[in-house]
Nanobody, 119 residues
Framework: QVQLQESGPGLVKPSQTLSLTCTVS??????????WSWIRQPPGKGLECLAF???????AYAPSLKSRTSISRDTSKNQFILQLTSVTPEDTAVYYC???????????WGQGTQVTVSS
């Protein structure tokens, strides 16, 4: 059973860089699974996929956030990492990491971590 766990700061100041880590257990991020994603849900809004990294290491980004977003991985720790630069209060959301297949279906999710952008 694949399990995902997000970690990172709960509070970030405007203009800073948000960094979140997803630790995966029960499966390798480099084999057997298609891609690994970061998704967020702002208060009162729907889910938004920010970025994903394929098992090969290739990456893809949501066009609206591409200039501020970076996804990477640490294969030695079986982790993948999101960085979001120049955050504003509009980046306040619950951030999730999740596994997705080639059809865009998400099978495994982390529990989510609340990130608040405020001075």
């Amino acid at each position: 059973q694949v399990q995902l766990q997000e970690s990172g700061p709960g509070l970030v100041k405007p203009s800073q860089t948000l960094s979140l880590t997803c630790t995966v257990s029960g499966g390798s991020i480099t084999t057997n699974y298609y891609a690994w994603s970061w998704i967020r849900q702002p208060p009162g809004k729907g889910l938004e996929c920010l970025a994903f990294i394929f098992a090969s290491g290739s990456t893809a980004y949501a066009p609206s956030l591409k200039s501020r977003t970076s996804i990477s991985r640490d294969t030695s720790k079986n982790q993948f990492i999101l960085q979001l630069t120049s955050v504003t209060p509009e980046d306040t959301a619950v951030y999730y990491c999740a596994e997705r297949d080639q059809y865009g279906v998400y099978h495994y999710w982390g529990q989510g971590t609340q990130v608040t952008v405020s001075s």
